[in-house]
T-cell receptor, first 114, second 111 residues
């Protein structure tokens, strides 16, 4: 069974708007870590933001923020004031506390239009 | 930020030949990983390592071997390359309980 699921394969938004990308995960661990990565058109994979399961406050970095809903096993990525350069594939990932493996979703393609 | 360097960046290999993909990281991370990415798919874990001398199988290890001779280096070895192994391979490194950092990828074509 897929441990990390991203149901949105592609999203298209207008520049300067806000977009939310969904991600649900599956784990039995009480401690785990959630990440979002961005893969640019050149193929590079860049770490964006992280949420530790024990933290109640949603993480925020620049114009990226997370919507962590622990009871729903959900970790959404919110990008505010989107820019053309935000066009990329976004991957959600999870790392369990007692395991060094990292599980990735299949990614969501974001297209930001001018 | 961690520096993870992969070599070569592009490789064309013949079916049945041996291919070695190399990865070097300079941030003294204990954990290193090899993933492959195929068009339209996410990242699938091939092998990973907890430290020098250790290798562990990931989700798709068949046809691949890994070697971690030192803290800094982690290699992926295809003893008998097949066209189905044509893909983009990513190496990553990181510490426990934290994010990992990726290299720029190696595009492998097996003809």
């Amino acid at each position: 069974a897929q441990k990390v699921t991203q149901t949105q394969t592609s999203i298209s938004v207008m520049e300067k708007t806000t977009v939310t990308m969904d991600c649900v995960y599956e784990t039995q661990d009480s401690s785990y870590f959630l990440f979002w990565y961005k893969q640019t058109a050149s193929g590079e994979i860049v770490f964006l933001i992280r949420q530790d399961s024990y933290k109640k406050e949603n993480a925020t970095v620049g114009h990226y923020s997370l919507n962590f809903q622990k009871p729903k096993s959900s970790i959404g990525l919110i990008i505010t004031a989107t820019q053309i350069e935000d066009s990329a594939v976004y991957f959600c990932a999870m790392r369990e506390g007692n395991n060094n493996r990292i599980f990735f979703g299949d990614g969501t393609q974001l297209v930001v239009k001018p | 930020e961690a520096a993870v360097t992969q070599s070569p960046r592009n490789k064309v290999a013949v079916t049945g030949g041996k291919v070695t993909l190399s990865c070097n990281q300079t941030n003294n991370h204990n954990n290193m990983y090899w993933y492959r990415q195929d068009t339209g798919h996410g990242l699938r874990l091939i092998h990973y390592s907890y430290g020098a001398g250790s290798t562990e199988k990931g989700d798709i290890p068949d046809g691949y071997k890994a070697s971690r001779p030192s803290q800094e280096n982690f290699s992926l070895i295809l003893e008998l390359a097949t066209p189905s192994q044509t893909s983009v391979y990513f190496c990553a490194s990181g510490e426990s309980y934290t994010e990992v950092f990726f290299g720029k990828g190696t595009r492998l074509t097996v003809v």
